[in-house]
Protein backbone atom coordinates (compact mmCIF):
# COMPACT_ATOMS: atom_id res chain seq x y z
CA UNK A 1 0.00 0.00 0.00
CA UNK A 2 1.59 3.49 -0.75
CA UNK A 3 1.92 5.94 1.49
CA UNK A 4 0.99 9.93 1.88
CA UNK A 5 2.87 12.68 1.82
CA UNK A 6 3.98 13.07 5.50
CA UNK A 7 3.21 16.99 5.46
CA UNK A 8 -0.07 15.99 4.01
CA UNK A 9 -0.92 13.57 6.80
CA UNK A 10 0.08 16.30 9.17
CA UNK A 11 -2.46 18.83 7.42
CA UNK A 12 -5.09 16.00 7.76
CA UNK A 13 -3.99 15.46 11.60
CA UNK A 14 -4.25 19.48 12.31
CA UNK A 15 -7.57 18.90 10.73
CA UNK A 16 -8.91 16.51 12.57
CA UNK A 17 -7.99 18.00 15.65
CA UNK A 18 -9.70 21.21 14.49
CA UNK A 19 -12.92 18.86 13.06
CA UNK A 20 -12.66 20.18 10.09
CA UNK A 21 -12.47 16.53 8.94
CA UNK A 22 -12.86 13.13 10.16
CA UNK A 23 -10.34 11.14 9.04
CA UNK A 24 -7.20 10.47 6.85
CA UNK A 25 -7.39 9.68 3.07
CA UNK A 26 -4.61 7.53 4.00
CA UNK A 27 -4.01 6.45 7.50
CA UNK A 28 -0.69 7.15 8.51
CA UNK A 29 1.79 3.32 8.27
CA UNK A 30 3.45 2.22 11.58
CA UNK A 31 6.46 3.38 10.17
CA UNK A 32 4.78 7.35 9.50
CA UNK A 33 3.32 7.81 12.98
CA UNK A 34 6.38 8.23 14.85
CA UNK A 35 7.57 10.94 12.38
CA UNK A 36 4.39 12.48 13.46
CA UNK A 37 4.95 12.87 16.48
CA UNK A 38 8.24 14.49 16.21
CA UNK A 39 6.67 16.75 13.64
CA UNK A 40 4.08 17.74 16.18
CA UNK A 41 7.32 18.33 19.08
CA UNK A 42 9.17 20.31 16.16
CA UNK A 43 5.80 22.97 16.05
CA UNK A 44 4.56 22.55 19.28
CA UNK A 45 1.58 21.07 18.87
CA UNK A 46 1.98 17.91 20.86
CA UNK A 47 -0.70 18.31 23.17
CA UNK A 48 -3.78 20.00 20.57
CA UNK A 49 -3.24 16.80 18.10
CA UNK A 50 -3.32 14.43 20.90
CA UNK A 51 -7.08 14.20 20.64
CA UNK A 52 -7.17 13.47 16.93
CA UNK A 53 -4.75 11.04 17.72
CA UNK A 54 -7.22 9.59 20.04
CA UNK A 55 -10.11 9.76 17.32
CA UNK A 56 -8.14 8.03 14.67
CA UNK A 57 -6.56 5.33 16.29
CA UNK A 58 -10.29 4.41 17.17
CA UNK A 59 -11.10 4.18 13.56
CA UNK A 60 -7.87 2.17 12.47
CA UNK A 61 -6.16 0.37 16.06
CA UNK A 62 -2.69 -0.06 15.80
CA UNK A 63 -1.04 -3.91 15.40
CA UNK A 64 1.11 -2.88 18.13
CA UNK A 65 -0.48 -2.59 21.54
CA UNK A 66 1.93 0.24 22.69
CA UNK A 67 4.44 1.28 20.69
CA UNK A 68 6.89 4.05 22.41
CA UNK A 69 5.81 7.05 20.22
CA UNK A 70 2.26 6.30 21.56
CA UNK A 71 3.73 6.49 25.26
CA UNK A 72 5.56 9.78 24.24
CA UNK A 73 2.54 11.58 23.16
CA UNK A 74 0.95 10.53 26.27
CA UNK A 75 3.58 11.57 28.43
CA UNK A 76 3.75 14.70 27.20
CA UNK A 77 0.52 15.37 26.63
CA UNK A 78 0.12 15.35 30.55
CA UNK A 79 3.01 16.91 31.19
CA UNK A 80 1.39 20.13 29.05
CA UNK A 81 -1.48 19.85 31.40
CA UNK A 82 0.45 20.07 34.72
CA UNK A 83 2.55 22.71 33.27
CA UNK A 84 -0.42 25.17 32.21
CA UNK A 85 -2.40 24.92 35.68
CA UNK A 86 1.00 25.86 37.04
CA UNK A 87 1.18 28.75 35.08
CA UNK A 88 -2.70 29.98 35.32
CA UNK A 89 -2.25 30.39 38.86
CA UNK A 90 1.61 32.12 38.63
CA UNK A 91 -0.04 34.73 35.95
CA UNK A 92 -2.88 35.56 38.56
CA UNK A 93 -0.03 35.86 41.22
CA UNK A 94 2.19 37.42 39.44
CA UNK A 95 -1.35 39.59 38.20
CA UNK A 96 -1.83 40.03 41.81
CA UNK A 97 1.21 41.26 42.86
CA UNK A 98 1.08 44.11 40.35
CA UNK A 99 -2.00 44.87 41.25
CA UNK A 100 -0.93 45.51 44.88
CA UNK A 101 1.58 47.95 43.56
CA UNK A 102 -1.71 49.82 42.01
CA UNK A 103 -0.22 48.83 38.36
CA UNK A 104 -2.89 47.33 35.93
CA UNK A 105 -1.68 44.51 33.92
CA UNK A 106 -2.50 42.32 31.14
CA UNK A 107 -1.72 38.63 30.09
CA UNK A 108 -0.23 38.89 26.31
CA UNK A 109 -0.35 35.45 24.22
CA UNK A 110 0.12 32.33 26.00
CA UNK A 111 -2.30 31.63 29.04
CA UNK A 112 -4.69 34.18 27.68
CA UNK A 113 -4.83 32.83 23.82
CA UNK A 114 -5.28 29.29 25.34
CA UNK A 115 -8.57 30.31 27.03
CA UNK A 116 -9.68 30.43 23.09
CA UNK A 117 -8.97 26.76 22.51
CA UNK A 118 -11.88 23.57 22.88
CA UNK A 119 -9.37 22.62 26.10
CA UNK A 120 -6.95 25.40 27.00
CA UNK A 121 -4.81 22.68 29.24
CA UNK A 122 -3.55 21.17 25.53
CA UNK A 123 -1.95 24.08 24.67
CA UNK A 124 1.38 24.29 24.51
CA UNK A 125 2.46 26.69 27.13
CA UNK A 126 6.15 29.23 27.00
CA UNK A 127 6.30 31.72 29.46
CA UNK A 128 4.16 34.85 30.96
CA UNK A 129 4.40 37.91 29.07
CA UNK A 130 2.86 40.58 31.20
CA UNK A 131 2.35 44.05 29.68
CA UNK A 132 2.29 46.39 32.64
CA UNK A 133 0.49 50.23 32.47
CA UNK A 134 2.85 52.91 33.29
CA UNK A 135 6.00 55.08 31.68
CA UNK A 136 8.93 52.85 30.93
CA UNK A 137 11.21 54.90 33.41
CA UNK A 138 8.58 54.58 36.22
CA UNK A 139 8.21 50.42 34.93
CA UNK A 140 12.19 49.65 34.85
CA UNK A 141 12.37 51.51 38.33
CA UNK A 142 9.42 49.24 39.97
CA UNK A 143 11.38 46.59 38.79
CA UNK A 144 14.98 47.13 39.74
CA UNK A 145 13.57 48.05 43.71
CA UNK A 146 11.81 43.94 43.71
CA UNK A 147 13.17 42.08 41.58
CA UNK A 148 16.29 40.72 39.35
CA UNK A 149 16.21 42.19 36.19
CA UNK A 150 17.59 40.27 33.05
CA UNK A 151 17.87 41.36 29.27
CA UNK A 152 16.38 44.70 28.62
CA UNK A 153 15.06 45.21 25.16
CA UNK A 154 12.80 47.95 23.47
CA UNK A 155 9.67 46.22 24.29
CA UNK A 156 10.32 44.07 27.74
CA UNK A 157 12.34 43.64 30.31
CA UNK A 158 13.25 39.56 31.66
CA UNK A 159 12.33 39.67 35.33
CA UNK A 160 12.85 36.87 37.77
CA UNK A 161 10.01 37.15 39.88
CA UNK A 162 9.74 32.87 40.42
CA UNK A 163 12.40 30.76 40.16
CA UNK A 164 10.10 28.64 38.17
CA UNK A 165 8.58 30.66 35.45
CA UNK A 166 10.21 32.78 33.11
CA UNK A 167 8.53 36.22 32.95
CA UNK A 168 8.69 39.29 30.76
CA UNK A 169 7.27 42.44 32.15
CA UNK A 170 6.46 44.25 28.61
CA UNK A 171 6.08 48.16 28.68
CA UNK A 172 4.54 47.98 24.78
CA UNK A 173 3.21 45.09 23.45
CA UNK A 174 4.79 44.38 20.36
CA UNK A 175 6.80 47.33 17.31
CA UNK A 176 7.50 47.28 13.84
CA UNK A 177 10.74 47.98 12.21
CA UNK A 178 9.86 50.72 10.40
CA UNK A 179 9.75 53.75 12.27
CA UNK A 180 6.61 55.24 10.62
CA UNK A 181 4.27 51.96 10.76
CA UNK A 182 5.82 51.55 14.19
CA UNK A 183 4.50 55.29 15.37
CA UNK A 184 1.53 54.22 14.25
CA UNK A 185 0.85 50.69 16.11
CA UNK A 186 1.84 52.56 19.06
CA UNK A 187 -1.09 55.18 18.69
CA UNK A 188 -3.19 51.87 17.95
CA UNK A 189 -1.91 49.92 21.60
CA UNK A 190 -2.39 53.87 23.06
CA UNK A 191 -5.81 53.86 22.26
CA UNK A 192 -6.67 50.16 23.19
CA UNK A 193 -5.20 50.15 26.66
CA UNK A 194 -8.07 51.08 28.76
CA UNK A 195 -10.40 48.24 27.11
CA UNK A 196 -7.23 45.40 27.76
CA UNK A 197 -6.22 46.67 31.59
CA UNK A 198 -9.66 46.04 32.70
CA UNK A 199 -10.80 42.62 30.53
CA UNK A 200 -10.71 40.08 32.62
CA UNK A 201 -10.11 36.49 31.53
CA UNK A 202 -12.86 33.54 31.75
CA UNK A 203 -12.54 29.93 31.34
CA UNK A 204 -15.51 28.02 30.76
CA UNK A 205 -16.37 25.54 33.20
CA UNK A 206 -17.95 22.06 32.96
CA UNK A 207 -21.57 23.32 34.25
CA UNK A 208 -21.23 25.97 31.75
CA UNK A 209 -20.71 28.54 33.84
CA UNK A 210 -17.47 31.13 33.73
CA UNK A 211 -14.32 30.80 35.96
CA UNK A 212 -12.73 34.25 36.38
CA UNK A 213 -8.93 33.20 36.05
CA UNK A 214 -7.86 35.96 37.94
CA UNK A 215 -5.89 38.25 35.25
CA UNK A 216 -6.43 40.25 32.33
CA UNK A 217 -6.30 39.53 28.56
CA UNK A 218 -6.65 41.35 25.50
CA UNK A 219 -9.88 41.55 23.58
CA UNK A 220 -10.13 40.15 20.22
CA UNK A 221 -9.88 42.79 18.15
CA UNK A 222 -6.87 44.10 19.93
CA UNK A 223 -5.59 40.32 19.47
CA UNK A 224 -6.10 40.09 15.93
CA UNK A 225 -3.53 42.77 15.42
CA UNK A 226 -0.82 41.92 18.20
CA UNK A 227 -0.67 38.33 17.66
CA UNK A 228 -0.02 38.90 14.08
CA UNK A 229 2.67 41.45 15.14
CA UNK A 230 4.03 38.65 17.17
CA UNK A 231 4.14 36.16 14.22
CA UNK A 232 5.81 38.76 12.15
CA UNK A 233 8.88 39.54 14.01
CA UNK A 234 9.55 36.21 15.25
CA UNK A 235 9.35 35.51 10.89
CA UNK A 236 11.78 38.06 10.74
CA UNK A 237 13.98 36.94 13.90
CA UNK A 238 14.58 33.17 14.37
CA UNK A 239 10.80 31.83 12.66
CA UNK A 240 8.05 31.02 13.63
CA UNK A 241 6.22 27.87 14.28
CA UNK A 242 2.55 26.12 13.57
CA UNK A 243 1.49 26.88 17.05
CA UNK A 244 1.54 30.64 16.80
CA UNK A 245 -0.81 30.05 13.83
CA UNK A 246 -3.23 27.79 15.19
CA UNK A 247 -3.46 30.52 18.21
CA UNK A 248 -4.44 32.58 15.08
CA UNK A 249 -6.78 30.08 14.07
CA UNK A 250 -9.13 30.00 17.02
CA UNK A 251 -8.59 34.11 17.32
CA UNK A 252 -10.10 34.35 14.39
CA UNK A 253 -12.84 31.39 14.99
CA UNK A 254 -14.00 33.25 18.11
CA UNK A 255 -13.80 36.66 16.07
CA UNK A 256 -17.29 38.74 14.86
CA UNK A 257 -17.02 39.81 11.07
CA UNK A 258 -16.65 43.77 12.64
CA UNK A 259 -13.63 42.87 14.41
CA UNK A 260 -12.16 41.50 11.83
CA UNK A 261 -13.16 44.10 9.76
CA UNK A 262 -11.43 46.57 12.01
CA UNK A 263 -8.07 44.60 12.80
CA UNK A 264 -7.78 44.82 8.94
CA UNK A 265 -8.00 48.12 8.30
CA UNK A 266 -5.73 48.75 11.48
CA UNK A 267 -3.25 45.84 9.92
CA UNK A 268 -3.57 47.77 6.43
CA UNK A 269 -2.65 50.72 7.95
CA UNK A 270 0.82 48.71 9.06
CA UNK A 271 1.68 47.59 5.66
CA UNK A 272 1.01 44.28 7.52
CA UNK A 273 -1.88 43.32 4.89
CA UNK A 274 -0.02 41.09 2.65
CA UNK A 275 1.81 39.14 5.97
CA UNK A 276 -1.75 38.26 6.55
CA UNK A 277 -2.78 36.71 3.36
CA UNK A 278 0.36 34.88 3.68
CA UNK A 279 -1.41 33.82 7.78
CA UNK A 280 -5.06 33.29 5.83
CA UNK A 281 -3.26 31.16 2.83
CA UNK A 282 -1.65 28.15 5.27
CA UNK A 283 -4.99 28.55 8.01
CA UNK A 284 -7.18 28.22 4.33
CA UNK A 285 -4.94 25.23 2.69
CA UNK A 286 -3.35 23.89 5.71
CA UNK A 287 -5.53 24.06 8.74
CA UNK A 288 -9.17 24.23 6.51
CA UNK A 289 -10.32 27.57 7.47
CA UNK A 290 -13.44 28.58 5.91
CA UNK A 291 -13.78 31.49 3.82
CA UNK A 292 -16.44 33.19 5.89
CA UNK A 293 -13.40 33.28 9.32
CA UNK A 294 -10.50 34.53 7.17
CA UNK A 295 -9.23 38.24 7.74
CA UNK A 296 -8.52 38.75 4.18
CA UNK A 297 -7.82 36.67 0.82
CA UNK A 298 -5.68 34.69 0.85
CA UNK A 299 -1.74 35.37 -0.34
CA UNK A 300 -0.66 32.29 -2.45
CA UNK A 301 3.44 33.90 -2.77
CA UNK A 302 3.86 35.25 0.28
CA UNK A 303 2.41 32.05 2.29
CA UNK A 304 4.56 30.09 0.21
CA UNK A 305 7.31 31.60 1.45
CA UNK A 306 5.82 31.61 4.93
CA UNK A 307 4.94 27.96 5.04
CA UNK A 308 8.49 27.06 3.68
CA UNK A 309 10.02 29.01 7.07
CA UNK A 310 7.19 27.25 8.91
CA UNK A 311 8.64 23.78 7.70
CA UNK A 312 12.37 24.54 7.63
CA UNK A 313 12.67 25.96 11.42
CA UNK A 314 9.85 24.68 13.71
CA UNK A 315 8.74 26.53 16.36
CA UNK A 316 11.23 29.76 16.76
CA UNK A 317 13.10 28.67 14.26
CA UNK A 318 14.78 25.87 16.54
CA UNK A 319 14.89 23.01 14.24
CA UNK A 320 16.84 24.81 11.23
CA UNK A 321 19.68 22.90 10.52
CA UNK A 322 21.55 25.49 8.13
CA UNK A 323 22.40 28.99 9.22
CA UNK A 324 20.64 28.67 12.98
CA UNK A 325 21.67 29.95 16.04
CA UNK A 326 25.16 28.61 17.24
CA UNK A 327 26.05 28.68 21.20
CA UNK A 328 29.19 30.03 20.19
CA UNK A 329 28.67 32.85 18.48
CA UNK A 330 28.80 36.24 19.24
CA UNK A 331 26.28 39.55 18.91
CA UNK A 332 28.18 40.64 15.64
CA UNK A 333 28.11 37.42 13.86
CA UNK A 334 24.34 36.82 14.96
CA UNK A 335 22.98 39.73 13.84
CA UNK A 336 24.69 39.72 10.48
CA UNK A 337 23.44 36.00 10.35
CA UNK A 338 19.93 37.24 11.23
CA UNK A 339 20.18 40.36 8.51
CA UNK A 340 21.29 37.72 5.70
CA UNK A 341 18.41 35.51 6.01
CA UNK A 342 16.11 38.74 6.75
CA UNK A 343 17.41 40.44 3.07
CA UNK A 344 16.19 37.08 1.17
CA UNK A 345 12.49 38.23 2.20
CA UNK A 346 12.72 42.00 0.40
CA UNK A 347 10.97 41.36 -2.55
CA UNK A 348 7.56 39.99 -0.76
CA UNK A 349 7.80 42.81 2.31
CA UNK A 350 9.89 45.89 1.14
CA UNK A 351 8.19 48.20 3.85
CA UNK A 352 9.57 46.20 6.84
CA UNK A 353 13.17 44.15 5.93
CA UNK A 354 15.07 47.82 4.18
CA UNK A 355 14.23 49.29 8.30
CA UNK A 356 15.65 46.24 10.06
CA UNK A 357 19.19 46.95 10.09
CA UNK A 358 18.97 50.71 10.72
CA UNK A 359 16.39 49.69 13.28
CA UNK A 360 19.33 46.86 14.80
CA UNK A 361 21.79 49.97 14.98
CA UNK A 362 19.80 52.40 16.61
CA UNK A 363 18.79 49.76 19.26
CA UNK A 364 22.35 48.79 20.22
CA UNK A 365 22.84 52.66 20.75
CA UNK A 366 19.63 52.73 22.57
CA UNK A 367 20.45 50.08 24.55
CA UNK A 368 24.08 51.10 25.30
CA UNK A 369 22.69 54.92 25.86
CA UNK A 370 20.97 53.45 29.04
CA UNK A 371 23.28 51.62 30.33
CA UNK A 372 21.76 48.01 29.55
CA UNK A 373 23.74 44.81 29.12
CA UNK A 374 24.53 44.13 25.42
CA UNK A 375 24.66 40.04 24.84
Known amino acids: MTEAPIGKLFFELIQIALHRREDFECPPSARQWPILYRLAVKQALVGVLYPAVERTLSLHPLQERRPQWLIDWVGSRMGIEHENERLNGRARDITELFTSLGVRSCVLKGQGVALLYPDP ?16 ADTERLLRQRWKVGEEVYHHFDVEIYDDTETEIHVIPSWLYNPFANARMQRFYHQQAEHQFTHAAQRLAGDGACDAMGFNVPTLVFNLVFSLSHIWHHFFDEGVGFRQLMDYYYLLMHSTEEERVEAMKVLRSLNMAGFAGAVMFILERGFGLDEEHRLCPSDCWR ?54 PLWKCWHYLWRRHHGYHIH
Open 121 to 136: LLRQPGDIDLWVEGKR
Open 303 to 356: GGILLEEIATGGNFGQYRSKGGASATEGPLRRGWRKTRRQLRFLRAFPCEVPWI
